[in-house]
């Protein structure tokens, strides 16, 4: 996590800045930050809040950001399945993207081992402490921040690194084109629906390619061991 906290640290500034240039209370910003803990919703959102749009809206829209995590849980769930409620939830609030990576990676296997637990909890620490102290110190200080720094369009590139990094093979490259796609064309919409709009046909292409491309005999069937 050293390698990227980096990275990290520098969208979480810019999500800082941009919540302290919105005009929220202070401590809704910082509890927006803690609580949320998410850059890409507090982003996508960050809009709505500031144009007064139905509550609502606002859920729906960090719910579709973030169904990803649904799908990381799932594949988590073989590992923390035995560990009790109470601790899973705690794991749940510090699980993000790069964790997920480089966890899966590490423990290839889907089986429970006593080395996991630390090994997230030690990478998730570095991950949160790498968001949560730039992000504040965006929020803090985000009128000191210059507007002919371009941070608005910085964090434009962050997000498009970020979503580029997870274009792994035909079907990603096609259902991001497509979700690209789809906010251009619903861009006219208000309160930011292009987003949601974009996120259905993203999952709508998904969908329809998997269902379509046969699964590979190699991959329904259990592999064979070597002797």
């Known amino acids: 996590m050293l390698t990227t906290s980096i990275g990290i640290g520098a969208w979480g500034l810019i999500t800082?800045?941009?919540?302290?240039?919105?005009?929220?209370?202070m401590p809704l910003m910082l509890m927006m930050s803690l609580l949320v803990f998410a850059g890409s919703a507090q982003l996508a959102t960050l809009p709505l809040l500031i144009s007064g749009a139905p509550v609502l809206v606002v859920w729906a829209t960090a719910l579709c950001v973030n169904l990803r995590f649904l799908i990381f849980s799932a594949h988590w769930r073989p590992y923390f399945a035995h560990l009790?409620?109470?601790?899973?939830?705690?794991?749940?609030?510090?699980?993000?993207?790069?964790?997920?990576?480089?966890f899966m990676r590490r423990f290839p296997d889907a089986?429970?081992?006593?080395?996991q637990v630390p090994y997230l909890l030690g990478g998730a620490s570095i991950n949160w402490l790498s968001w949560q102290v730039p992000s504040i110190v965006g929020i803090v200080f985000a009128e000191s921040v210059p507007a002919h720094w371009g941070i608005g369009f910085a964090g434009t590139l962050a997000l498009l690194g970020v979503g580029l990094s997870l274009v792994s093979d035909r079907f990603t490259a096609v259902a991001g084109a497509v979700a690209g796609c789809a906010a251009v064309a619903a861009?006219?919409?208000?309160?930011?629906l292009n987003i949601l709009v974009a996120i259905a046909?993203?999952?709508?292409?998904?969908v329809l390619m998997d269902h379509a491309s046969p699964r590979k005999a190699a991959e329904a069937l259990p592999s064979k061991r070597r002797p």
Do not use: W
């Open 187 to 192: 861009y006219a919409l208000p309160l930011k």
């Open 111 to 115: 089986r429970p081992a006593p080395e």
């Open 16 to 25: 800082g800045v941009a919540m302290g240039n919105s005009g929220l209370p």
């Open 84 to 102: 009790g409620r109470r601790r899973r939830v705690a794991l749940s609030y510090f699980m993000a993207d790069l964790n997920y990576v480089l």
């Open 201 to 206: 046909a993203a999952v709508a292409i998904g």
